[in-house]
Nanobody, 115 residues
């Protein structure tokens, strides 16, 4: 069982920055996909950014150029650097790691961007 614990969320003004962290209880090096999803109030969860097979990345169109995903294998941690935040970035950001049929989620961290 993998435990994923997110941190770094909070309240920030539009245009500001936050860095989210996702600490895993085991090595995430071998997982096929690790990354971040978000869910705004009343909306479905959506992909924000993922790292695929340890190297390639995929971003939602709405965050390209503003968000950067990275991982530190030695620390078993995935990061999401969020710059130029907009009110529409508000939501609960959750970390995900999956491989084959294994699919793990963290509890999420709330990001609120005020206008």
């Amino acid at each position: 069982q993998v435990q994923l614990v997110e941190s770094g969320g909070g309240l920030v003004q539009a245009g500001g920055s936050l860095r989210l962290s996702c600490a895993a209880s085991v090595s995430i090096f071998s997982y096929d996909v690790v990354g971040w999803y978000r869910q705004a109030s009343g909306k479905q969860r959506e992909l924000v950014a993922v790292i695929i097979m340890g190297s390639s990345t995929n971003y939602a169109e709405s965050v390209k150029g503003r968000f950067t995903i990275s991982r530190d294998n030695a620390k078993n941690t995935v990061y999401l650097q969020m710059n130029s935040l907009k009110p529409e970035d508000t939501g609960v950001y959750s970390c995900n790691a999956r491989k084959f049929t294994m699919n793990y989620w963290g509890k999420g961290t709330l990001v609120t961007v005020s206008s």
